[in-house]
């Protein structure tokens, strides 16, 4: 009986065994991409600390986007200039088979770079009228040097491929305006639209470690500017007064059930009051009061539900004091960036094999990132993050024998570059082969 089970299961398990497909060969490919970017290395690092060098601000990413242009050019990509204003495409097609994007940032930060570096920037430009400092205090010229590597690398091995990579180069991400520009400007309709998209981001935690996550990665950021109109007059007399600054305080209180009574409490949600203005003197009573703060959620419902327990709130303490109706104004900024379970999985298979415990999932940033613009066009997407520092030097600062790392946007951000480089590359590049793998030509 036992052994007509056994031989039952095995006919069954022959039966429903999926149809061969070729497994990615990670250790080999792993050893393969590596080679390869030890010997790019030299080209990268030159590149990456010429861009360092010379940064530069939102949609002002004219000569970097061209030294990336003719980078992608002498790769063999098509490259097209100028979508989004600085952003660019690169297109290298290679048999039929899916479309696969890459994205990497081009901008800067408006700030005073003050690591020391040899490579350090003291470039300055005009932004907003005012003279100022440059620096990639973000990284983005660490994604740029690895998205650049991850091209070359691909392209090195274009016999276990097919399909086409779409290599694009996206400005203005520090202001959130970049991707819905290239969007705006047929990124999806003069290009093809990609069937996967994935984008890196590095980060302060070790180098050769990788941190993503399955669904949300990022948040929902929205701002919130309230104009409470009251009734102004002399401090001594309210009766002949409607009192804004009273109606902005409750406001400032009551809103907070928003989250506390309305939000499911297992689902993150946060309202910020960052500003309120109003007044000029102890004994007025003035006519109005501006109130101004931001919104950060996850998931689209709860973001629904706190701007309309905001709106009601404003409301309502107007209506309370006998006031006229508040000026009500919430913007929308960036989306949450949404990881795609079937991409991560099929991704995850292959960069676990290839780094083991270093690829780890990471609980969600409340921070944003535009690059939700994509997978909210419809793009299945990946984003994952890199680590930048000496894994000692991480480890002494999270056992407090040493200051805290600078994070990102810090003037003394300072990724170490080849080992951070080199990982963006490997992931990055596996990443690609695993979701052109995923659905190789006949299937
Ligand atoms: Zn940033
Ligand atoms: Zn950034």
């Known amino acids: 009986m036992m052994r007509f089970v056994v031989s039952m299961l095995a006919f069954l398990a022959l039966c429903s065994a999926p149809p061969a497909r070729a497994e990615l060969d990670v250790a080999r490919l792993k050893a393969a991409i590596g080679a390869a970017i030890e010997t790019d290395y030299p080209r990268l690092d030159a590149i990456y600390k010429d861009i360092h060098a010379h940064p530069e601000l939102a949609f002002q990413e004219v000569k970097t986007a061209a030294k990336l242009a003719a980078e ?32 990497t940032e081009l901008d800067a ?15 300055k430009t005009t932004w907003q009228g005012r003279e100022t400092f440059v620096a990639h205090s973000c990284g983005h010229d660490i994604h740029m040097a690895s998205w650049l590597g991850t091209a070359k690398t691909l392209v090195s091995l274009k016999d276990q491929w097919h399909g086409t990579l779409m290599f694009i180069a996206q400005p203005a991400e520090e202001i959130g305006a970049g991707a819905m520009a290239m969007l705006g400007d047929g990124l999806f309709t003069r290009f093809p639209k990609p069937d996967f998209a994935f984008g890196l981001h590095d980060g302060p935690f070790p180098y050769g470690h990788i941190n993503y996550r399955v669904g949300v990665g990022s948040s929902n950021s929205d701002s919130l500017a309230i104009k409470f109109h009251g009734r102004g007059g002399h401090g001594a007399a309210p009766q002949q007064t409607i009192d804004p600054v009273l109606i902005a305080a409750r406001f400032i209180v009551d809103v907070q059930t928003v989250i506390s009574r309305e939000k ?16 000029t003197a102890e004994n007025i009573i003035p ?58 999985a099929t991704a995850e298979k292959a960069l676990k094999a290839a780094f083991g415990d270093k690829f780890r999932t990471s609980p969600p940033v409340t921070a944003s990132e535009d690059f ?72």
Do not use: C, W
């Open 264 to 279: 499911d409490p297992i689902e993150f949600g946060v309202v910020s009051i960052g500003a309120i203005h109003g007044g």
């Open 109 to 123: 930060l408006p700030m005073e770079e003050k690591t020391g570096l040899p490579y350090a920037s003291r470039d």
């Open 372 to 443: 939700s613009e994509f997978a909210n066009s419809g793009v299945p997407s990946m984003f994952f993050h890199i680590g930048v520092y000496e894994p000692e030097r991480v480890a002494a600062a999270l056992n407090g024998t040493a200051p805290p790392l600078p994070p990102n946007h810090s003037p003394l951000f300072a990724p170490v570059p080849k080992p951070t480089i080199q990982t963006g590359v490997e992931a990055m590049t596996l990443a690609v082969l695993s979701a052109f793998d995923q659905r190789a030509p006949g299937q």
């Open 287 to 344: 006519d109005e009061v501006v109130v101004r703060g931001t919104i950060r959620s996850f998931k689209p419902e709860v973001r629904t539900k706190m701007a309309a327990g905001i709106e009601r709130t404003a409301k309502a303490v107007a209506a309370m004091s006998d006031a006229p109706p508040p000026d009500i104004s919430i913007t929308e900024g960036a989306k949450a960036v949404m990881n795609d379970p079937a991409l991560v």
């Open 72 to 103: 992608m050019r002498a790769l063999g990509f098509e490259v097209t200039e100028q979508v989004g204003r600085t952003g660019l495409v690169a297109m290298y097609r290679n048999g039929a088979g899916p479309t696969v994007m890459v994205r």
